[in-house]
C-alpha cells in the first residue's frame, strides 16, 4: 500500500519505503516500526512521503526494493534481520540511497543505517512486574523461536523475574513459529492448566497466548506484553497487566534528518531506554494489581537502564537450568 | 498425575478443528474428489464465523446467539466454497490437485484480504466458552478430561459415529461410497454420480468451514489471515493416516493433538535439549505410527481424482 | 468437424476463460474498493515493462522450475511430491553447510561441491517418503505434509544453534541465520543492476536432464512405467519400488538443488522465509507444465510473472498483500478449468454437433 | 407399463470423436423373444445397448417401446419402463456387499434415514427363489468368483424390477458348466422376459436365440432368424470369411521339463490355502491345458511361476532352475513369457504408446538400449515389423496402447511375449472376450510356437479352447493337480468331473 503525503516532489521531501514481513497492523514488530514513520511524518509535517510493502518473503523484498529504488525512493527500510544481505548488496549497487535493516549491531557501510533493539530491557521489566504480581511464583513464556529479538526479550524476561523472587519457577515453550497464534494459545493453556498464573511472549503470535488468559476472566492469571498495541486490545484491557514498546519515531527523525544533512548512514542506532527507544506503559484498568510500589520499582529499574545501558546480562541464560 | 490429566484435557479440544476438516475430507474422498483447498476453507469458515458476532453482535446478552450464528455461517460458506470447487473439478473436470491449490491460494487470499479491508489487523472476539456438561464435568478426573469443553467439541466428537452411521447405513452414504469407487456403476443404476458429488463436497466443506471457525471462535477467540498455518493440509494427510475411516481418523487427530498437548506440557517443564525436536513430535509421531501400524487395508476410494464423463471411455 | 470451428470453439473458450478470470477477481476487488482497471493492468504490463522487473519473474521462475521438473520425476513415478518446500529447506541447509566447510576450494569446484551436497540434502529429505511408500505403504500425502514441518523445525534448528553466524552472536542480535556465503562462490549476475544470476543455465541443463532421463534412457522408461501402470510394470520385471524411491530422490534433489541456487544466486547466505511457497507453486507448475520440460520452462515463467505482477499491485494501485494469493488462485482455477474444457474432444464434439443440427434446419 | 411387447430402436446413428460407431441401425424385439446380437470386437454392440439404457445419447434414431416413441437420457428413465442390463464390463462395486450394490439401484429401500436392508434380502431372497438363483447377499463382491459375480448381476438386475433384459457378452469369463446353467436359466426366464443377447460364442448364440442381428463396422449387415443359418454361415456373414478353429493335431517330440512345480503352497490373503500341495511338469513343445472353475487357484498359479508372487513351501524349477520367490526380471531373463489375466492394466500399460508397450520386458536389451540411452528407431522397427507381423490394427504405433480394442491389445502382448522368443509361455484366458477372429489368430500363434518347441501353460475356462489346442489336461481343483489327462482321450464329461472335485481314483 502506498501512502502519499500531501507534499509535492520537492526537494525538501524525503521519500521512505518499508519493507516488512508480516502486515503493518500486527500490533507487534512491523506495527511497531509503521507506527514509527507515522509518528515521524506527524513530527516533520510534510517532509517525509511514505509507502510500505507487506508480506515480503526475502525474495519478494529484493524486487520491491529495487522498484523502490528505480521509484527514486530515499531511504529503504528492510525491517528484519533477513533483509541484512539484500540491503548489504544493494547499497553496494546504489550509493546515492540509504537503506536500514535491523535488528543488527553492525555497523554498515556508508549508506546503511542499522538498529538493534536492546529488548532485554524490556524483558526486564516484565519479568520484575510478572514475579512481583504471580501469586503462586510459577511464570510461563510462550516463544516463537528461539532466536534474535525474541531470545533477547525472553532471557531478559527470566532474569527480571529472578530479580524479585529468586526462587522463581519459569516455564519456557516455544512455538516454532512466529504466526501460529493458534499454537500460541495452545502453549499458554498448557502453561496455565500446570500452574503458571503470569505469563508473556514476544512475536505476533504471542496474541494468541494473551488471547487465551482472557479466557480466564476471573481467574488470577496475567499477561505482561511486548508491545503496547496489547493494551488497547480487549483482551489487553482485562489481562495484559503492563507492556513496553518500541518507539521507532527518534530513530526514523534522525534518520530523516541525517539524509537531508547528507549523512547516508555508516552507524547503528542502538535501541533502549537511555535513549528512548522504548517506552513503557501500565495497564490503569488493571490498577487494584500493582501498588505504588511496583511502579516505583519499574521507574527506579528505567532509570537504571537511562544511566546504566547495555547491562542485562541476557546470554547468560540457559533454559534447560530453570 | 496431574501432568497426564492436563495432557489429556487439552489434548482432546486441541484435535476438534483436525477432527472436523479430517472428517469432511473424508466425505470428499469417499465420492472420489481430492481438494487440498481444505486450507482455504477453513480459513474463510474462521474469517465468517468471527466476522459476524464481530460485527454484529459484539457484547450484550445476545452475543451467543451471534456467536452460534458464526458458526452456523462458517459452515454455509464452507459449503458453498465445496460447491464453487464442485464446479471447477466436476463440472469443468479441472485436475483436483492443482485445483485444490487454486483453491487454497484463493481463499487463505480472499479471508485475508476481506479481514484487512472490513477488520483491520488480527482481532480477538469474545468466542464461546466452556460447557461443563452437568454431573459428568464433577467426576473427578474424568470429568475435567471428557466433559468440560465447549459445546463445539461435544458436537465434533458426535459428529465420528454420525459420519460412521451416514457413510454405512444411509442411502446417501451408500451412494457416495459407490461414485467414490466405480461412479460408473453407480451411473448405470440412474445415479446422478456429479450430483452426489456435488453434495459430498457441500459436505465436505461445511465441515471444514465448520472447522475453520471452531478454530476463530472457540480455540484461538481471535482471527487473523495466518491463524489455520496448514492445519488444512494435517487434516488431508490425517486422511491417508485414518484409511477413509471416521474412526481411524479420530484416533489420528486425537494422536497429533495429545502429542501437541504433551509436547508442550515437557517443554514447560524445562528440556535440555532444542525444543525444535519437541515441536517435531506430533508430525514424527503421525508418520511412524502408520508406518509400523499392521493395518495396512488399502480402501483408497478407486476413483479418487478422477473426473466422471458418461460418455468418456476410461 | 471444420478447422475453424475447432479454432473459434478454442479461441472462445479461451475468451470465457480471460473474462471470468477478470469478473471473479473483480468481485472481491470492488468489495474492497480497490481500482479493477489499474490492478489487472499492473499484473499484466508492469513486470514487463523494465529490465529490472523482467528479471525479477526470471530469478522466480528458477527455483520453480529446478522444482517444477523435481516433481514431474516423482509425479511420472506415480507419487505426487508435495514435500519440495521441506526438501528445499534441507538443501539449503546442506548446500551452506558446505559452502562454509569448503571454503579453500577453487571456485568452479566449490560449486560444484555446493550444489552436489544441496542436492544430497534434498534428496535424502525425497527418501525418507519414498522408501515409506516403497517398503511401507505410508501414503506420501501424508509423509511430505508432515515432512514439511519437521524440515521447518531442523531449519531453524540449524540456523538458530550449530550454523548461526557467530557475528550474530557476538553482536548480540541472535537472528536465525548463517554466515554469509565467500564471494567467490556467488554465481556471477548477467545483467549489471539486476539481480539475474548464471542458476538460469542450470535450468536449461536441468530440463534437458530431465527430457533425456525421462524419455530416452531406459531408466525413465521404466521408472515412467512404474508410474503409469503399477501392475503392469512389475508384471514386465520392473522393480516398482526401486523406482518409487529413486524417483523422490531425484525429486528431492532437485528441490535441494533449488534451494543451492537460491543461496549462491540470490541469497547469499542462508536466512528463513527462503523456501516459503516454493513447494507448492513448484507443483502448480509442474502440472501446468504438462509434467514436461518444454512446458514447465514457459509455466515457470508465467507463473514468475504472476508473482511479480500481483505483488507489483499492492505498491502500485494498493490493494493488500493478500490479494495477491486471491489473483493467483483465480486464475489457476480458471486455466486449470480451461485447460481441461480446451482438450475435451467429447464436448468439442457435442457442441459441433449442436451448431451442426441447427444449420441443417 | 406391465409388459415389453416391443421394442424397436430406430436408425441409430451415433459418433464418437473421430468416430461413427453406429450408423442408422434398426432392431426390432418382440414379446418372448430372445434376440442376438453378434458381430466382431468394436462392431457397436455395446454401443447400441448404452443408447438403449439411455447412457449413451444418439445422434439420430429413436427407440419406440409397445409402439409408443421413448427418450431415456439416463438409466432411471430405463429402468421406469423395465429395461435392465447385465453390462459386459459387470456393474458393481467391488468393495460394497451384494445387498448394498443392489440397494443402490432399488429406491424403494432408500429410506430417509436409513437404508431399509431388511427389504433388500427378502428381494433378493424372492427373485431367488422365482428364478432359483442364490446369492449370498452379505458377501463383498471383491470376495465372488467371476461366475458368482456374474449371477449377482442379473439378481441385481432382476431385483429392479425388469421387465426386459439386455446381456452383454455374459458368458465370456463363466465356466463351461456355468454357462449351461446360464443358458438354462435365461431359457427358463425368457417365459416372462424378451431378451437381448450379445455373445461371440455362436453355439450360445444357435442354442438360445430366436433371431439374430450382426453388426459390423456400426451397421447391420445381417438380420433374420437364428434356425435358418448354421454357425459357420453366421461366422461366415460376422467376419467377411470363412473362420475355422485350429486344433492340435500334429504328433511330435517333447524335449526335457521345462517347468517342474513340486508340493508348492501358497496362502491366500484371506489364510486359506489357494495352492495346496500342487505338482505340475510340464515338458519343451508341450501344450498343458490347466481346467478349472475360476477361482481355484489358477491365477496364484500364474503368479508364483512369474515371481509375482511368494510361495510358502515347495519348489519350482524352470529349466532346472529354482525360481521359487526370486525376482520377476529374473524369471524374464530365464526365458519365461507370461500372457496374464488382466490384459488392460497388467499386460500393457495403457497409457504407454503400443510401440514402447512391444518392448516392456526388453528395455533393457542392448538391441533398444545402448548405455541406457534408448534407441528410437530400433523401438519403431521392432514395432513396424510385429504390427506387420501379428497384424495389430491401429492407426500408427506412436498411439497410446490403452485407445486400443480388447483384441488388439491381447495381439500387442502376444506379439511382445512371441518375439522375445521364450522358452516356455504361461497364458492365462488368451481369449477371452476376443471375438472368432481374434480368438482364431491366437491359437494359431500358440500352435505355432509348440511348433518350435516352447513349452505353454493354457490356463483357460474354456474347455473347447483347452481341448483344441492341449496335449495334455491338468485338473485344479481347490490348489491341487487333481490329474493330468491326454488331451486325445479325455472327455469333457470326464473333465467336468474332476473341475467339480470328483476323483476317481
Ligand atoms: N466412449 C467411447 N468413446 C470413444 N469411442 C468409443 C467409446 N465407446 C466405444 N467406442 C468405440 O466404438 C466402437 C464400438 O465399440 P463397442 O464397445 O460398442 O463394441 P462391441 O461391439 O461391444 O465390442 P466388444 O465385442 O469388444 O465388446 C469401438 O470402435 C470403440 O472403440
Ligand atoms: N471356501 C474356500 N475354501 C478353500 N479354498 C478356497 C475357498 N474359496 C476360495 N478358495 C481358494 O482361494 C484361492 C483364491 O480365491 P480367488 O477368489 O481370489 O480366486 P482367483 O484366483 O482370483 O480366481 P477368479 O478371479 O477367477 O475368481 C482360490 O485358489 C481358491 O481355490
Ligand atoms: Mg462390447
Ligand atoms: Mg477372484
Same mark, same amino acid.
Given at each position: 500500500g502506498s501512502e502519499e503525503s500531501a507534499a509535492k516532489e520537492d526537494d525538501g521531501v524525503v521519500k521512505v519505503a518499508l519493507i516488512v514481513e508480516n502486515t503493518i497492523d500486527d500490533k507487534g514488530w512491523c506495527q511497531a516500526m509503521h507506527d514509527g514513520i507515522l509518528a515521524a511524518q506527524e513530527r516533520m509535517p510534510g517532509e517525509i512521503e511514505y509507502s510500505y510493502s507487506e508480506k515480503m518473503k526475502p525474495v519478494d523484498a529484493g524486487s520491491a526494493a529495487r522498484q523502490y529504488v528505480a521509484d527514486g525512493y530515499d531511504i529503504i527500510i528492510g525491517h528484519g534481520a533477513q533483509y541484512k544481505n539484500l540491503i548489504l548488496e544493494m547499497a553496494d549497487e546504489y550509493p546515492d540511497v540509504t537503506f536500514a535493516f535491523g535488528t543488527s549491531a553492525e555497523v554498515g557501510p556508508e549508506n546503511v543505517v542499522t538498529y538493534m533493539p536492546e529488548s532485554e530491557e524490556t524483558g526486564y521489566l516484565s519479568g520484575i512486574i510478572a514475579a512481583t504480581i504471580s501469586k503462586v511464583d510459577v511464570l510461563g513464556v510462550v516463544g516463537p523461536v528461539d532466536g534474535g529479538d525474541a531470545a533477547r526479550y525472553n532471557r531478559g524476561f527470566v532474569l527480571g523475574a529472578k530479580s524479585v523472587k529468586p526462587d522463581v519457577e519459569v516455564m519456557v515453550a516455544h512455538t516454532g513459529s512466529f504466526s501460529d497464534y493458534i499454537k500460541a494459545g495452545e502453549v499458554a493453556q498448557s502453561q496455565i492448566k500446570a500452574g503458571v498464573d503470569v505469563l508473556t511472549g514476544s512475536s505476533q503470535q504471542a496474541l494468541g497466548a494473551l488471547r487465551a488468559t482472557a479466557d480466564y476472566p476471573d481467574e488470577d492469571i496475567w499477561w505482561v506484553g511486548q508491545d503496547l498495541a496489547q493494551l488497547k486490545m480487549a483482551e489487553g484491557q482485562l489481562k495484559c497487566v503492563a507492556a513496553s514498546s518500541y518507539d521507532y519515531a527518534p530513530v526514523i527523525v534522525s534518520l530523516v534528518e541525517n539524509v537531508k544533512n547528507g549523512v547516508k548512514g555508516g552507524y547503528c542506532v542502538p535501541m533502549n531506554f537511555a535513549n528512548g527507544g522504548f517506552i513503557f506503559g501500565f495497564n490503569e484498568a488493571l490498577s487494584d494489581l500493582y501498588g505504588s510500589d511496583l511502579e516505583d520499582a519499574i521507574n527506579a529499574q528505567i532509570s537504571e537502564f537511562v544511566n546504566n545501558p547495555n547491562s542485562v546480562d541476557w546470554k547468560s541464560v540457559d533454559y534447560s537450568q530453570l | 498425575m496431574d501432568f497426564i490429566v492436563n495432557i489429556l484435557a487439552l489434548g482432546i479440544p486441541f484435535s476438534v478443528a483436525l477432527l472436523l476438516a479430517s472428517i469432511g475430507e473424508m466425505f470428499n474422498q469417499r465420492s472420489g474428489i481430492f481438494n487440498l483447498g481444505c486450507e482455504g476453507i477453513m480459513a474463510m469458515g474462521a474469517f465468517i464465523g468471527m466476522l459476524i458476532p464481530y460485527s454484529v453482535g459484539q457484547g450484550g446478552a445476545t452475543a451467543e446467539i451471534y456467536n452460534f450464528l458464526g458458526i452456523i455461517a462458517?459452515?454455509?460458506?464452507?459449503?458453498?466454497?465445496?460447491?464453487?470447487?464442485?464446479?471447477?473439478?466436476?463440472?469443468?473436470?479441472?485436475? #483436483?490437485?492443482?485445483?485444490?491449490? $487454486?483453491? +487454497?491460494?484463493?481463499?487463505?487470499g480472499a479471508a485475508g484480504t476481506l479481514f484487512r479491508h472490513f477488520v483491520g489487523g488480527t482481532q480477538s472476539i469474545p468466542g464461546i466458552g466452556k460447557f461443563y456438561i452437568p454431573l459428568l464435568s464433577k467426576i473427578p478426573i474424568l470429568g475435567q478430561i471428557f466433559f468440560s469443553h465447549n459445546i463445539l467439541v461435544y458436537i465434533a466428537f458426535l459428529f465420528v459415529p454420525l459420519s460412521v452411521y451416514i457413510l454405512f447405513k444411509t442411502p446417501w452414504g451408500l451412494r457416495v461410497r459407490a461414485v467414490g469407487t466405480y461412479p460408473r456403476a453407480a451411473d448405470s443404476l440412474g445415479i446422478n454420480v456429479n450430483r452426489v458429488r456435488f453434495q459430498?463436497?457441500?459436505?465436505?466443506?461445511?465441515?471444514?468451514?465448520?472447522?475453520?471457525?471452531?478454530?476463530?471462535?472457540? +480455540?484461538?477467540?481471535m482471527f487473523s489471515d495466518e491463524m489455520i498455518a496448514g492445519r488444512g493440509f494435517i487434516a488431508?494427510?490425517?486422511?491417508?493416516?485414518?484409511?477413509?475411516?471416521?474412526?481411524?481418523?479420530?484416533?489420528?487427530?486425537?494422536?497429533?493433538s495429545l502429542a501437541q498437548s504433551f509436547q508442550l506440557a515437557v517443554?514447560? #517443564?524445562g528440556i535440555n535439549f532444542p525444543y525444535e525436536f519437541a515441536v517435531m513430535l506430533p508430525y514424527v509421531l503421525v508418520i511412524l505410527t502408520l508406518a509400523f501400524s499392521r493395518d495396512k487395508k488399502k480402501q483408497e476410494p478407486a476413483a479418487l481424482g478422477i473426473a466422471f464423463d458418461r460418455e468418456k471411455r476410461t | 468437424m471444420t478447422r475453424q470451428f475447432k479454432i473459434l470453439y478454442k479461441t472462445s473458450i479461451i475468451l470465457i476463460a480471460v473474462i471470468a478470470t477478470l469478473l471473479i477477481g473483480s468481485v472481491i476487488l470492488v468489495t474492497i474498493d480497490a481500482d479493477v482497471f489499474r490492478t489487472y493492468l499492473v499484473i499484466l504490463t508492469e513486470p514487463l515493462k523494465n529490465k529490472i522487473q523482467l528479471t525479477e519473474v526470471i530469478i522466480r521462475s528458477i527455483p520453480l522450475s529446478v522444482i517444477a521438473l523435481g516433481i514431474t520425476v516423482a509425479y511420472r513415478s506415480g507419487i505426487i511430491n508435495i514435500g519440495a518446500e521441506g526438501q528445499m529447506a534441507i538443501g539449503i541447509l546442506t548446500s551452506t553447510a558446505a559452502a562454509l566447510a569448503f571454503y579453500n576450494v577453487p571456485r568452479p569446484l566449490n560449486i560444484i561441491i555446493i550444489v552436489v551436497c544441496g542436492a544430497i540434502g534434498g534428496g535424502i529429505w525425497g527418501f525418507i517418503p519414498g522408501i515409506l511408500k516403497a517398503k511401507l505403504k505410508v501414503s506420501e500425502l501424508l509423509s511430505t505434509v508432515m515432512l514439511n514441518y519437521i524440515a521447518a523445525q531442523f531449519y531453524t534448528f540449524f540456523l538458530r544453534g550449530p550454523m548461526i553466524d557467530p557475528a550474530e552472536l557476538t553482536l548480540g542480535s541472535g537472528t536465525p541465520q548463517s554466515m554469509r556465503l565467500e564471494k567467490t562462490v556467488w554465481l556471477d549476475r548477467l545483467i549489471r543492476g539486476t539481480r539475474l544470476h548464471t542458476g538460469i543455465f542450470l535450468v536449461f541443463v536441468l530440463a534437458i536432464f530431465i527430457y533425456i532421463l525421462l524419455w530416452k534412457t531406459s531408466f525413465g522408461y521404466k521408472l515412467r512405467a512404474a508410474g503409469a501402470s503399477e501392475k503392469a510394470a512389475k508384471y514386465g520385471g520392473i522393480k516398482v519400488a526401486f523406482f518409487v524411491t529413486v524417483s523422490m530422490v531425484i525429486s528431492g534433489a532437485f528441490a535441494g538443488i533449488a534451494g543451492s541456487v537460491e543461496i549462491l544466486g540470490v541469497h547469499h547466505r542462508a536466512i528463513e522465509?527462503?523456501? *516459503?511457497?516454493?513447494?507448492? *507453486? $513448484?507443483?502448480?507448475?509442474a502440472l501446468f507444465g504438462g509434467l514436461h520440460p518444454a512446458g514447465i520452462i514457459p509455466a515457470s515463467f508465467l507463473f514468475g510473472l504472476l508473482l511479480v505482477g500481483a505483488d507489483m499491485t499492492q505498491r502500485i494501485v494498493g490493494v493488500p498483500a493478500n490479494m495477491v494469493q486471491v489473483l493467483e488462485g483465480i486464475i489457476i482455477l480458471v486455466i486449470v478449468a480451461a485447460q481441461q474444457v480446451l482438450n475435451d474432444k467429447y464436448l468439442m464434439d457435442k457442441i459441433w454437433k449442436k451448431f451442426h443440427a441447427e444449420e441443417a434446419k | 407399463m406391465d409388459k415389453i411387447t416391443s421394442l424397436r430402436m430406430e436408425n441409430i446413428t451415433k459418433t464418437f470423436p473421430g468416430m461413427k460407431a453406429l450408423d442408422n441401425v434398426t432392431i426390432e424385439v418382440k414379446e418372448g423373444e430372445i434376440f442376438a446380437l453378434v458381430g466382431e470386437n468394436g462392431a457397436g454392440k455395446t454401443t447400441l445397448m448404452n443408447v438403449l439404457m439411455g447412457l449413451y445419447q444418439s445422434d439420430g434414431g429413436c427407440i419406440i417401446l409397445n409402439g409408443q416413441k421413448v427418450c431415456f437420457t439416463s438409466p432411471n428413465d430405463s429402468f421406469g419402463c423395465g429395461i435392465g442390463m447385465v453390462h459386459q464390463r459387470y456393474m458393481l462395486v467391488p468393495n460394497l456387499t451384494v445387498k448394498e450394490n443392489i440397494a443402490l439401484g432399488l429406491k424403494k429401500a432408500w429410506k430417509k434415514v436409513k437404508l431399509d436392508m431388511d427389504f433388500v434380502v427378502s428381494k433378493i431372497e424372492e427373485i431367488g427363489e422365482k428364478y432359483d438363483l442364490v446369492v449370498d447377499p452379505d458377501a463383498y463382491i471383491w470376495q465372488l468368483s467371476v461366475g458368482e459375480q456374474q449371477k449377482v448381476e442379473l439378481v441385481k438386475t432382476l431385483c429392479l424390477g425388469a421387465k426386459f433384459l439386455i446381456l452383454d457378452e455374459p458368458t465370456s469369463a463363466l465356466t463351461p458348466q456355468e454357462i449351461d446353467e446360464l443358458i438354462q436359466l435365461l431359457k427358463t426366464m425368457n417365459k416372462k422376459l424378451p431378451m437381448i443377447f450379445i455373445s461371440h460364442k455362436l453355439k450360445e448364440v444357435k442354442e438360445l436365440s430366436h433371431k439374430l442381428a450382426i453388426l @459390423?463396422? $456400426?451397421?447391420?449387415?445381417?438380420?433374420?432368424?437364428?434356425?435358418?443359418? *448354421? &454357425? &459357420?454361415?453366421?461366422?461366415?456373414?460376422?467376419? $467377411? @470369411?470363412?473362420?475355422?478353429?485350429? !486344433? =492340435? =493335431? !500334429?504328433?511330435?517330440e517333447f524335449g526335457d521339463y521345462a517347468l517342474e512345480l513340486k508340493n508348492v503352497n501358497v496362502k491366500s490373503i484371506r489364510g486359506f490355502l489357494a495352492l495346496n500341495d500342487l505338482n505340475l511338469k510340464v515338458r519343451s513343445g508341450e501344450i498343458m491345458g490347466l481346467a478349472g472353475v475360476s477361482g481355484n487357484g489358477q491365477l496364484e498359479l500364474a503368479q508364483i511361476i512369474n515371481g509375482l508372487r511368494k510361495i510358502d513351501g515347495g519348489e519350482i524349477l524352470f529349466l532346472n532352475e529354482h525360481i521359487e520367490n526370486t525376482s520377476p526380471i529374473d524369471i524374464i531373463q530365464k526365458g519365461m513369457g507370461y500372457i496374464p489375466e488382466d490384459r488392460n492394466t497388467e499386460g500393457i500399460v495403457p497409457s504407454f504408446s503400443i510401440k514402447e508397450n512391444l518392448i516392456l520386458k526388453d528395455i533393457e536389451n542392448e538391441q533398444f538400449s545402448n548405455h541406457t540411452i534408448i534407441n528410437n528407431k530400433a523401438i519403431n522397427d521392432n514395432a513396424e515389423k510385429l504390427r506387420e507381423q501379428f497384424d495389430i490394427r491401429c492407426v500408427n504405433t506412436s498411439l497410446s496402447a490403452g485407445a486400443l480394442s480388447g483384441g488388439n491389445i491381447q495381439k500387442v502382448i502376444l506379439a511382445r511375449e512371441i518375439a522375445r522368443k521364450p522358452k516356455f509361455l504361461v497364458a492365462v484366458y488368451p481369449t477371452r472376450g476376443l471375438d472368432m477372429g481374434a480368438a482364431q489368430f491366437i491359437h494359431s500363434k500358440l500352435l505355432e510356437?509348440?511348433? =518350435?518347441?516352447?513349452?505353454?501353460?493354457?490356463?483357460?475356462? !474354456?474347455?473347447?479352447?483347452?481341448? =483344441?489346442?492341449?496335449?495334455?489336461?491338468?485338473?485344479?481343483?481347490?490348489?491341487?493337480? #487333481?490329474?493330468?489327462?491326454?488331451?486325445?482321450?479325455?472327455?469333457? @464329461? !470326464?473333465?467336468?468331473?474332476l473341475m467339480a472335485g470328483v476323483n476317481n481314483d
Open positions: - | 462458517g459452515a454455509l460458506v464452507g459449503a458453498l466454497l465445496g460447491l464453487v470447487f464442485g464446479v471447477v473439478v466436476i463440472t469443468f473436470k479441472a485436475k #483436483q490437485g492443482i485445483a485444490g491449490i $487454486g483453491m +487454497q491460494l484463493f481463499c487463505v459430498a463436497l457441500a459436505v465436505g466443506g461445511a465441515l471444514a468451514g465448520l472447522a475453520g471457525a471452531y478454530l476463530s471462535l472457540c +480455540q484461538a477467540k488431508v494427510a490425517l486422511v491417508y493416516f485414518g484409511h477413509w475411516d471416521p474412526i481411524k481418523i479420530m484416533w489420528g487427530a486425537l494422536l497429533f517443554q514447560g #517443564q | 522465509g527462503i523456501t *516459503s511457497g516454493y513447494g507448492f *507453486s $513448484g507443483l502448480v507448475v | @459390423r463396422h $456400426g451397421k447391420i449387415v445381417f438380420c433374420g432368424d437364428t434356425n435358418d443359418y *448354421s &454357425s &459357420s454361415d453366421i461366422a461366415a456373414l460376422m467376419t $467377411g @470369411r470363412e473362420v475355422k478353429m485350429p !486344433e =492340435n =493335431n !500334429e504328433e511330435k510356437m509348440r511348433k =518350435n518347441g516352447v513349452g505353454i501353460l493354457l490356463i483357460s475356462e !474354456e474347455l473347447d479352447e483347452i481341448m =483344441n489346442l492341449s496335449d495334455n489336461i491338468a485338473v485344479i481343483f481347490k490348489g491341487h493337480i #487333481q490329474k493330468v489327462l491326454p488331451a486325445k482321450t479325455a472327455t469333457r @464329461r !470326464e473333465i467336468g468331473m
